[in-house]
């Protein structure tokens, strides 16, 4: 059969014009699946509660290796439309950089790895398997996406030996960073609550507000810890304090708090909530209040150690762009997250400066660049 190489330009092209907006489907997976379907790749639609997802192999079922790549097709909201000076939609290329939401987080991604895979398999059959998770929910909730496609790949035994996520991982250069690993991510609501009351009269009321101010130094003055071996320091953020008191002579029975934590190694979900806990019950004992805390845990903290993988990854970026990428685990949280239960992961994708801003680019040269990654890596695990 006479294979016609993929432009992974073009298929970028054809994704941003998409409006996949989270969790619309936008028609992005249905031309993937077509794309993917054409080359000889079975593809499953893996849907669940509303959310569309892809799951793709090329190869044997249960092969006896198989590589695998996760992405996403959804994007972030436009913001203000009015403020783009292109269509958000249109993937217009002027001076050498395709415009449009997706461009750089992370259609382009998801089409340089299709791009490579289907060249690769196409042009040297492997003796293994290439999968692609693809998942249209990995800027909401994320509670049915890749974690839906992973559930669904262990029901029907399929499984990626090792995988690539395609965010974009380099902070200003073709090459400089991958990641190996992510922070966790922690928010917390406390609320505290004491005696309404007259401002005039304050010893009849219980005022909440010096405790909830209290609280929250002492949670933004404390050091979780000075970093780990792969890990920067843990931080703490206070992001809201809330009453809704318009009224000066009053004083308010609540007032409420977030705070966000970003958290290393050093730390789990758990032990950070019995910290907080523990920190508003002495806050509590101490200045006659009451405080209930609630948490959301959106992801541990993870790492994929150093070694044959990671090394791997590093000399195809090397090969391709002659820089060497830091091994890094900054930034936020990715759908990484669930696959490292799954497979060791490692994050490899192009710039990400204008992700989820208004009028998001991408460099052309950069999505030939990363397919050539991809491909340098698939020639490298099955060799």
Known sequence: MHHTSVDPAKLTADLIRCPSVTPAEGGALTLLEGVLTDAGFTCTRVDRAGIPNLF?????????????????????????????SVDPFGAEIRDGMMWGRG???????????????????????????????????????????????LDWMQTNGEAMDVCIVGEPTCPD?????????????????????????????????????????????????HEL????????????????????????????????????????????????????????????????????????????????????????VVRAVEAETGRTPVLSTSGGTSDARFVKDHCPVVECGLVGRTMHQVDENVDVAQIHQLKAIYTRILRDYFA
């Open 56 to 84: 793709a192999r090329w190869g044997g079922k249960g092969a006896a290796r198989s590589f695998g790549f996760n992405g996403h097709t959804d994007v972030v909201p436009l913001g203000d439309e009015a403020a783009w």
């Open 103 to 149: 461009a750089t987080d992370m259609k382009s991604g998801v089409a340089a790895f299709a791009a490579a895979a289907i060249d690769f398999v196409q042009q040297t059959p492997p003796d293994g398997a290439v999968i692609l998770a693809i998942t249209g929910d990995e800027e909401g909730d994320a509670t049915d996406g890749t974690v839906a496609l």
């Open 173 to 221: 250069q073709m090459g400089d960073m991958i990641k190996i690993g992510r922070r966790g991510s922690l928010s917390a609501w406390l609320t505290i609550t004491g005696v309404q009351g007259h401002s005039a009269y304050p010893h009849r009321a219980v005022n909440p507000l010096p405790a909830m101010a209290r609280l929250v130094d002492r949670l933004s003055a």
């Open 225 to 312: 810890d000075t970093g780990t071996d792969h890990f920067d320091p843990s931080t703490l953020a206070v992001v809201t304090i809330d009453t809704g008191n318009a009224a000066t002579n009053v004083i308010p029975a609540t007032v409420r708090a977030t705070v966000n934590i970003r958290y290393n190694d050093a730390h789990t979900g758990a032990d950070l909530t019995d910290w907080l806990q523990g920190q508003l019950d002495a806050i509590c004992a101490e200045m006659g209040v009451t405080g209930t805390l609630k948490v959301k845990n959106s992801g541990e903290s993870f790492i994929t150690p150093p070694g044959d993988f990671s090394d791997m």
